[in-house]
C-alpha cells in the first residue's frame, strides 16, 4: 500500500493501463471498517500505513565508486509513540488476495517495517493486543475492492507531466539524495501505449560519466515517445543508471541496456574485465508475463495462504500499556509467535 499519492501502473485482465493512484482508502480490521491514509501524507484517518516510501536514503563518498547510496537505518523503524498516547503499529503478513494476519505488535513505535507486508498505525481500542488481528484491504484510491486489478505498482512521473523537475518525485528521499527526474542525461525506462493500443516498454539506454552515449533526459523521452509512435498514456518506470530490460527469447533470458559495468583486476590481473551480464546486484524487478502466467503465479500464492499456519494464542501485554518503556525505540514491545520481545516478524 502506498504512503504517498504517486502515479502506478495497473495490470487488469491482461491489459495495463495506468492511474493517479490516492495513498487513501479504507480497511477493516477484526469487521471494523475504517479509513486509511499513507504516512508520508498531510491527510486525517484512523490508520497511518508506513512501507518502503519511507526509507530516508543518503549517499557517502566511496574510494572505488565515488559515491554510493546508504541506508538510513532508523528510517525502517516506525517513529516512537508517547506512552499512553492510545495508537499502536501492527506489523501484519499476508495471506494471500487481500487479508492480512498480524504477526506483530509495537506499543511505542520502533516497529520493523521491513519485517512486514504491511505495517500499520491504528488506535489501540481497535486492535486485539491478546491475539490475532485480521486485516481486509476495502480500496486504495479509486481501486476498491469489488474491482481490484490483478496487481498494482507504483511508478514514475507520467509522460503527460508539464514539469518533470517539479515533480514531487524529486523530493523522495526513499529513492535518492539526487533528483532522479531533473534534466539531466541518464538511462531511462518507460511504458506507454501508443495510438493503435499496443504496449510499449522502450529503454533509453546511457552510460554514467559517458560524453558521448549519456542517455536522455525526462523531456528528451517524452518527445521521443512522441514523436514515435505516439502515446495515448505512458509513465517512466525507472529513471536511474540502473535501468535494465531483460526478456525471455526462445527459452533464454537476454539482457538489453545497462551493459557498462567493469570488474576490478583482480591480483594477477592488469585490465579492467567487461562483465555486461553481471554488474550490480537488483534488488526488485518488474515482470511482465502472459496472462496465462500470471493467473498461475496468483493460484499458487491462494493455495500457499490456505496452508498459513495457525499462531498459538500469545503472552498478554496490558492493554493500559503500564509496563516498563524500553531504552530505544528500537526495542519496542512486540506481540508475537514468542510473546512480546520476541522476532514475529516476516523471514525471522
Not at 191 to 218: C, Y
Amino acid at each position: 500500500m502506498p504512503v504517498v499519492d504517486r502515479e502506478a501502473l495497473i495490470s487488469r485482465a491482461g491489459a495495463l493501463s495506468m492511474c493517479n493512484l490516492t495513498a487513501a482508502g479504507r480497511v477493516s480490521i477484526n469487521g471494523t471498517e475504517l479509513t486509511w491514509t499513507g504516512s508520508r501524507t498531510e491527510r486525517q484517518a484512523e490508520c497511518y500505513v508506513f512501507g518502503n516510501g519511507n526509507m530516508v536514503i543518503t549517499r557517502r563518498d566511496d574510494p572505488e565508486k565515488g559515491s554510493v547510496r546508504v541506508l538510513d537505518e532508523a528510517s525502517r523503524l516506525t517513529p516512537v509513540l508517547p506512552p499512553r498516547a492510545g495508537w499502536v503499529d501492527v506489523g501484519f503478513t499476508s495471506t494471500g488476495g487481500r487479508g492480512f494476519r498480524s504477526t506483530g505488535i509495537a506499543t511505542d513505535g520502533g516497529l520493523d517495517i521491513f519485517a512486514y507486508d504491511l505495517v500499520m498505525r491504528c488506535q489501540a481500542r481497535h486492535v486485539d493486543l491478546r491475539g490475532d488481528n485480521l486485516l481486509e484491504i476495502r480500496s486504495i484510491g479509486e481501486l476498491h475492492v469489488d474491482a481490484f486489478p490483478d496487481s498494482a505498482v507504483t511508478v514514475g512521473p507520467s509522460l503527460n507531466v508539464a514539469d518533470f523537475a517539479t515533480h514531487p518525485i524529486n523530493t523522495d528521499r526513499s529513492l535518492d539524495v539526487l533528483p532522479p527526474f531533473a534534466p539531466s542525461r541518464r538511462a531511462r525506462m518507460t511504458v506507454f501505449e501508443d495510438r493503435v493500443g499496443r504496449t510499449h516498454l522502450r529503454l533509453f539506454d546511457g552510460r554514467p560519466g559517458s560524453l558521448v552515449f549519456q542517455g536522455a533526459t525526462p523531456q528528451e523521452a517524452r518527445d521521443s515517445i512522441a514523436a514515435d509512435p505516439g502515446f495515448r498514456w505512458g509513465c517512466f518506470i525507472d529513471g536511474g543508471q540502473t535501468a535494465k530490460m531483460w526478456a525471455s527469447l526462445n527459452g533464454e533470458l537476454t539482457s538489453f541496456g545497462n551493459r557498462h559495468y567493469l570488474r576490478w583486476p583482480k591480483a594477477d590481473e592488469k585490465e579492467f574485465v567487461w562483465v555486461p551480464d553481471s554488474g550490480r546486484p537488483i534488488s526488485s524487478i518488474i515482470t511482465l508475463q502472459h496472462r496465462s502466467e500470471t493467473q498461475r503465479a496468483v493460484n499458487a500464492a491462494r493455495s500457499a495462504s490456505l496452508a498459513f499456519p495457525q499462531r498459538p494464542p500469545a503472552a498478554q501485554i496490558d492493554p493500559e500499556f503500564s509496563s516498563p518503556r524500553p531504552s530505544t525505540s528500537a526495542a519496542a514491545a512486540r506481540l508475537g509467535r514468542g510473546g512480546p520481545g520476541s522476532d514475529a516478524g516476516r523471514g525471522r
